[in-house]
């Protein structure tokens, strides 16, 4: 069974930076895809980047420029890095996979993290 453990979160002043992290783990050879999704209070869970095996990276709009989304894919481990952070970054942060490869079979599933808070305060 796949898991997705993150770590990272926390408290941070505008302006700031947090790194995240987030490791599979299930007896994966691969995962096609790793990123990440965020969920504000009263809002609804929207992408914040998300990494192809094969290197290609897509990032929402309102972190371009300011957010790194890159992976490691011999650790199965994804790392978002949050520069120039701001009070609308707040919320709880959500790993998410998809595509995994266990056994030499395809499991065309999406998994997710418990889930880390990070606060900006302004």
């Known amino acids: 069974q796949v898991q997705l453990v993150e770590s990272g979160g926390g408290l941070v002043q505008a302006g700031g930076s947090l790194k995240l992290s987030c490791t599979a783990s299930g007896g994966i050879f691969s995962l096609n895809v790793m990123g990440w999704y965020r969920q504000a209070p009263g809002k609804e869970r929207e992408l914040v980047a998300i990494h192809t095996r094969i290197g290609t990276t897509n990032y929402a709009d309102s972190v371009k420029g300011r957010f790194t989304n890159y992976r490691d894919n011999a650790k199965n481990t994804v790392y978002l890095q949050m520069n120039s952070m701001k009070p609308d970054d707040t919320a709880v942060y959500l790993c998410?996979?998809?595509?995994?490869?266990?056994?030499?079979?395809?499991?065309?599933?999406?998994?997710w993290g418990q889930g880390t808070q990070v606060t900006v305060s302004s």
């Open positions: 998410h996979a998809n595509g995994a490869t266990i056994g030499g079979i395809f499991y065309n599933h999406h998994y």
